[in-house]
């Protein structure tokens, strides 16, 4: 960290003591163990509930006094780089929630792994997963953060894998194969931003050739690749679905509702690398400096259409993100699966919020705005729909929405927060999720307005990423409204009735969790004002990019008005009548006749998997391709080694040996062939034992680049 950042920061503890405390959990919870289970919850639910309040007081201080660091002095190397905690209002922002819902969790998991396995290692790693995550948001350096960010997903992998049943070993290696893919893309691209940025800080040196030279967009895809596999973006959403439903419901909240926000994190600052530039902000002033001032305008404006271009291919990533997300939920059977697929359907909105922050530029601070809200927002009702479905998991035994019904009656308290969270999402008035797509849509129209303005080429387009917006709206309440209406609602049917009769209301340390979050949801969503004043709009203050009155419209946009109600009309119509048009036969008890839109199974080829295992084939079969025509100069090749080695041979054995031995040659041949016989008995089984391991080589890999990159920076 530079002296001259230092000096304009001011020091505190509270960003260490917030990364210590579940690490002191974590070794009370291996002091408790097995033998004493109360101990070992109570030290998961202290620590994460203190962490909490540690995180509530930086945020304040961050918020009232600017940035905080702490120096982690034992992780200085050299001169030019140390890995010391930094923490700003947008960080600190993440944090929160991700200490909201990590206490949450906790409260929830002190009950429910009653029924589980090997307890005392998922709240081990649970709360070490938890300091890892906190570090990726209180770092201001790429390099920093993608430590973090690769213990978390490597602590991680524990959750995943919990059960340790055949589907959960599935889910975790494939979680495990895009961890190590999307660590060597983020390497990669620290790399590459270290090389033309001159820093791995989130702020560019002023005269460097990231801001105005050609070679950042292999950089900027390799980052935003590396940070996209956590964040649930398609295409490389694959381990999400399978992940989600092995994991316990404590570590799918944690997962839907905070990991992937750590991906959007990290997408997020490498765009705010961009808004952040010195050459766009001193333009004007250099522009009556005579060539030099106009090299500076067309250099700043330059920098404004890749930062458009690049916002404008973020909007689309997250509008093909939130609509596959949207389609692939309408069809699943499974809760937590389909909850999984409503994950990546909702990282798409918030992907879609920071397309429009660089779409719009400097003038982007509602899509800043959208994109924050929307991710505390999902960090509410998603862990609070995983909690209830870990309720209805631990009550009736069962996820498969078609097999359960009428809960409402057995779990009133559950169904009510459940309910909550589906206003919530669904964005109806009064729910948290209404505030959010608000903001969101505004954002959209804004673009639309300065492509118009502005005649560029884009504008259509992002008219239609708009009515993609109003349609996968639209879905999302359409598979909220499946889920819940076969879950809690309908009559059960005669063969699955007889197992819900025992089922009565979660335990009370379950409620108080999934209740925490529900009041997260409904305060969210009552209170807008006070969020965009004192939290979302102080966060998006501190973006040097955007103009100081764009940020004083957010803060103060008005949330509940005509205007902005009525826009829910067409979204609510398409939703319900999706779900009308699926679940019209149990809602009239008639015979269903034609195909059944909520069971419908998708070709293999519409799903990525299908794409990336024919990738890999293809691959193989690349190695080969051409064998008919390389195949005779093999072979000629091997002829003449053939007569070399026995040329070679035969002026050993009948000049050479002779000349230094009376051995005959026939017993060379035999210790020749023996020696040979035990190298091959030796060798060979170890040789396969290892010869698969491909991950492990790619994790070599990965460490061997981040060495490299620490010898660059010392």
Same mark, same amino acid.
């Given at each position: 960290?530079?002296?001259?950042?230092?000096?304009?920061?001011?020091?505190?503890? &509270?960003?260490?003591?917030?990364?210590?405390?579940?690490?002191?959990?974590?070794?009370?919870?291996?002091?408790?163990?097995?033998?004493?289970?109360?101990?070992?919850?109570?030290?998961?639910?202290?620590?994460?509930?203190?962490?909490?309040?540690?995180?509530?007081?930086?945020?304040? @201080?961050?918020?009232?006094?600017?940035?905080?660091?702490?120096?982690?002095?034992?992780?200085?190397?050299?001169?030019?780089?140390?890995?010391?905690?930094?923490?700003?209002?947008?960080?600190?922002?993440?944090?929160?929630?991700?200490?909201?819902?990590?206490?949450?969790?906790?409260?929830?998991?002190?009950?429910?792994?009653?029924?589980?396995?090997?307890?005392?290692?998922?709240?081990?790693?649970?709360?070490?997963?938890?300091?890892?995550?906190?570090?990726?948001?209180?770092?201001?350096?790429?390099?920093?953060?993608?430590?973090?960010?690769?213990?978390?997903?490597?602590?991680?992998?524990?959750?995943?894998?919990?059960?340790?049943?055949?589907?959960?070993?599935?889910?975790?290696?494939?979680?495990?194969?895009?961890?190590?893919?999307?660590?060597?893309?983020?390497?990669?691209?620290?790399?590459?931003?270290?090389?033309?940025?001159?820093?791995?800080?989130?702020?560019?040196?002023?005269?460097?050739?990231?801001?105005?030279?050609?070679?950042?967009?292999?950089?900027?895809?390799?980052?935003?690749?590396?940070?996209?596999?956590?964040?649930?973006?398609?295409?490389? !959403?694959?381990?999400?679905?399978?992940?989600?439903?092995?994991?316990?419901?404590?570590?799918?909240?944690?997962?839907?509702?905070?990991?992937?926000?750590?991906?959007?994190?990290?997408?997020?600052?490498?765009?705010?690398?961009?808004?952040?530039?010195?050459?766009?902000?001193?333009?004007?002033?250099?522009?009556?400096?005579?060539?030099?001032?106009?090299?500076?305008?067309?250099?700043?404006?330059?920098?404004?259409?890749?930062?458009?271009?690049?916002?404008?291919?973020?909007?689309?990533?997250?509008?093909?993100?939130?609509?596959?997300?949207?389609?692939?939920?309408?069809?699943?059977?499974?809760?937590?699966?389909?909850?999984?697929?409503?994950?990546?359907?909702?990282?798409?909105?918030?992907?879609?919020?920071?397309?429009?922050?660089?779409?719009?530029?400097?003038?982007?601070?509602?899509?800043?705005?959208?994109? &924050?809200?929307?991710?505390?927002?999902?960090?509410?009702?998603?862990?609070?729909?995983?909690?209830?479905?870990?309720?209805?998991?631990?009550?009736?035994?069962?996820?498969?929405?078609?097999?359960?019904?009428?809960?409402?009656?057995?779990?009133?308290?559950?169904?009510?927060?459940?309910?909550?969270?589906?206003?919530?999402?669904?964005?109806?008035?009064?729910?948290?999720?209404?505030?959010?797509?608000?903001?969101?849509? !505004?954002?959209?129209?804004?673009? !639309?307005?300065?492509?118009?303005?502005?005649?560029?080429?884009?504008?259509?387009?992002?008219?239609?990423?708009?009515?993609?917006?109003?349609?996968?709206?639209?879905?999302?309440?359409?598979?909220?409204?499946?889920?819940?209406?076969?879950?809690?609602? @309908?009559?059960?049917?005669?063969? !699955?009735?007889?197992?819900?009769?025992?089922?009565? =209301?979660?335990?009370?340390?379950?409620?108080?969790?999934?209740?925490?979050?529900?009041?997260?949801? &409904?305060?969210?969503?009552?209170?807008?004002?006070?969020?965009?004043?004192?939290?979302?709009?102080?966060?998006?203050?501190?973006?040097?990019?955007?103009?100081?009155?764009?940020?004083?419209?957010?803060?103060?946009?008005?949330?509940?008005?005509?205007?902005?109600?009525?826009?829910?009309?067409?979204?609510?119509?398409?939703?319900?009548?999706?779900?009308? &048009?699926?679940?019209?036969?149990?809602?009239?008890?008639?015979?269903?006749?034609?195909?059944?839109?909520?069971?419908?199974?998708?070709? @293999?080829?519409?799903?990525?998997?299908?794409?990336?295992?024919?990738?890999?084939?293809?691959?193989?079969?690349?190695?080969?391709?051409?064998?008919?025509?390389?195949?005779?100069?093999?072979?000629?090749?091997?002829?003449?080694?053939?007569?070399?080695?026995?040329?070679?041979?035969?002026?050993?054995? =009948?000049?050479?040996?002779?000349?230094?031995?009376?051995?005959?040659?026939?017993?060379?041949?035999?210790?020749?062939?023996?020696?040979?016989?035990?190298? @091959?008995?030796?060798?060979?089984?170890?040789?396969?034992?290892?010869?698969?391991?491909?991950?492990?080589?790619?994790?070599?890999?990965?460490?061997?680049?981040?060495?490299?990159?620490?010898?660059?920076?010392?």
């Amino acid at each position: 960290m530079h002296e001259e950042t230092l000096a304009v920061l001011s020091f505190s503890f &509270l960003p260490a003591l917030a990364l210590l405390l579940p690490l002191v959990g974590a070794a009370g919870a291996a002091v408790g163990g097995e033998r004493r289970p109360r101990l070992r919850n109570w030290s998961a639910v202290l620590s994460t509930g203190f962490t909490l309040v540690v995180v509530a007081s930086l945020l304040a @201080r961050v918020t009232g006094k600017g940035p905080v660091y702490f120096e982690l002095g034992f992780l200085r190397l050299g001169e030019r780089f140390s890995c010391g905690l930094e923490v700003d209002a947008v960080g600190a922002f993440f944090a929160l929630f991700a200490s909201i819902l990590w206490f949450a969790a906790s409260l929830h998991a002190f009950r429910y792994m009653d029924h589980e396995h090997k307890r005392t290692r998922f709240f081990i790693f649970m709360l070490l997963t938890e300091s890892a995550t906190l570090g990726v948001f209180m770092v201001q350096d790429f390099f920093s953060l993608y430590l973090f960010f690769e213990a978390m997903g490597f602590l991680a992998y524990l959750l995943v894998i919990h059960s340790e049943t055949p589907r959960a070993r599935a889910a975790a290696a494939k979680y495990m194969g895009m961890t190590v893919i999307g660590g060597l893309s983020l390497i990669g691209g620290v790399f590459l931003y270290l090389g033309y940025a001159g820093t791995t800080s989130f702020r560019p040196l002023m005269e460097s050739a990231w801001l105005t030279g050609p070679f950042k967009v292999a950089a900027v895809v390799m980052l935003v690749a590396g940070f996209g596999v956590k964040a649930g973006m398609v295409p490389l !959403h694959v381990w999400l679905p399978d992940a989600h439903p092995a994991a316990p419901s404590p570590a799918s909240a944690l997962l839907s509702g905070v990991m992937i926000k750590a991906g959007a994190y990290g997408i997020l600052r490498t765009l705010l690398s961009f808004l952040q530039s010195p050459v766009a902000h001193g333009a004007e002033g250099q522009a009556a400096a005579g060539h030099g001032g106009e090299a500076a305008v067309h250099a700043a404006g330059g920098l404004a259409a890749d930062v458009r271009m690049l916002g404008f291919a973020v909007i689309w990533i997250g509008v093909t993100t939130m609509f596959l997300g949207m389609l692939l939920a309408l069809v699943q059977r499974d809760i937590k699966r389909t909850l999984a697929y409503s994950s990546v359907s909702q990282m798409g909105y918030i992907l879609f919020g920071v397309g429009c922050l660089g779409y719009l530029g400097a003038e982007g601070a509602m899509g800043m705005g959208g994109s &924050l809200y929307h991710i505390i927002n999902h960090a509410f009702f998603k862990g609070c729909f995983f909690l209830a479905a870990g309720s209805v998991l631990f009550c009736a035994h069962e996820l498969d929405m078609f097999k359960l019904g009428g809960l409402w009656r057995r779990m009133p308290l559950t169904t009510l927060f459940w309910c909550i969270a589906a206003l919530g999402i669904m964005g109806i008035p009064l729910g948290n999720g209404f505030v959010s797509k608000t903001l969101l849509h !505004h954002a959209i129209l804004e673009s !639309h307005h300065l492509a118009e303005g502005a005649r560029l080429a884009t504008a259509g387009w992002v008219k239609a990423a708009e009515t993609m917006f109003i349609i996968t709206s639209g879905g999302t309440i359409g598979y909220i409204t499946k889920m819940t209406y076969y879950t809690f609602f @309908r009559r059960p049917d005669p063969e !699955h009735a007889s197992h819900l009769e025992h089922v009565r =209301e979660a335990p009370a340390w379950m409620l108080a969790g999934t209740g925490l979050l529900a009041a997260g949801v &409904l305060f969210n969503g009552l209170f807008p004002g006070l969020l965009l004043r004192r939290l979302v709009g102080p966060a998006a203050g501190t973006v040097p990019g955007l103009e100081a009155l764009y940020v004083e419209h957010l803060a103060h946009t008005t949330i509940f008005l005509w205007s902005n109600i009525k826009e829910i009309f067409v979204p609510l119509a398409i939703g319900l009548s999706v779900f009308v &048009l699926g679940a019209w036969p149990d809602l009239f008890r008639v015979r269903r006749r034609g195909p059944d839109l909520f069971q419908l199974r998708l070709p @293999r080829w519409l799903g990525v998997d299908f794409w990336y295992l024919a990738a890999a084939r293809g691959s193989l079969r690349l190695l080969f391709w051409g064998k008919r025509n390389y195949a005779p100069v093999k072979e000629n090749v091997v002829a003449l080694c053939r007569r070399g080695a026995a040329a070679a041979v035969h002026a050993v054995r =009948e000049v050479v040996y002779p000349s230094l031995t009376t051995r005959p040659a026939s017993w060379v041949s035999r210790q020749a062939l023996l020696l040979y016989g035990n190298a @091959r008995r030796e060798l060979l089984p170890r040789i396969r034992e290892y010869q698969g391991d491909i991950a492990v080589g790619a994790l070599v890999i990965a460490v061997s680049l981040t060495l490299f990159l620490i010898m660059r920076l010392m």
